[in-house]
Nanobody, 123 residues
Framework: QVHLVESGGGLVQAGGSLRLSCAAS????????MGWFRQAPGKERDFVIG???????YYADSVKGRFTISRDNAKNTVYLQMNSLIPEDTAVYYC?????????????????WGQGTQVTVSS
């Protein structure tokens, strides 16, 4: 079992930055591939960015060059650094964990989810 808690969301102006954190419970955090997803009102939950157990990363095209993901296994935490934010980034951001060596972009393949944190980018 893994319990995930996101933090760091808020309101920011376009062009600004935010860093989201996702703290995980449990002693096997390093064994999980981690992903960030987002869901805007009336839209599906979409993959944003992910990091494998080995540290490999994968980005959605919409955030390449602006968002980065990192993990600190000693702190059981994964981070999402968001720069050059645009209004289209406005959404609830969810952290997710997948008990696998393979990093995927499908939300159906993730076993555990956080409660989400709101990110609002004003124009």
């Amino acid at each position: 079992q893994v319990h995930l808690v996101e933090s760091g969301g808020g309101l920011v102006q376009a062009g600004g930055s935010l860093r989201l954190s996702c703290a995980a419970s449990g002693r096997t955090f390093s064994m999980y591939a981690m992903g960030w997803f987002r869901q805007a009102p009336g839209k599906e939950r979409d993959f944003v960015i992910g990091i494998s157990r080995s540290g490999s990363t994968y980005y959605a095209d919409s955030v390449k060059g602006r968002f980065t993901i990192s993990r600190d296994n000693a702190k059981n935490t994964v981070y999402l650094q968001m720069n050059s934010l645009i209004p289209e980034d406005t959404a609830v951001y969810y952290c997710a964990a997948r008990s696998s060596v393979v990093l995927t972009t499908s939300s159906d393949t993730y076993n555990y989810w956080g409660q989400g944190t709101q990110v609002t980018v004003s124009s």
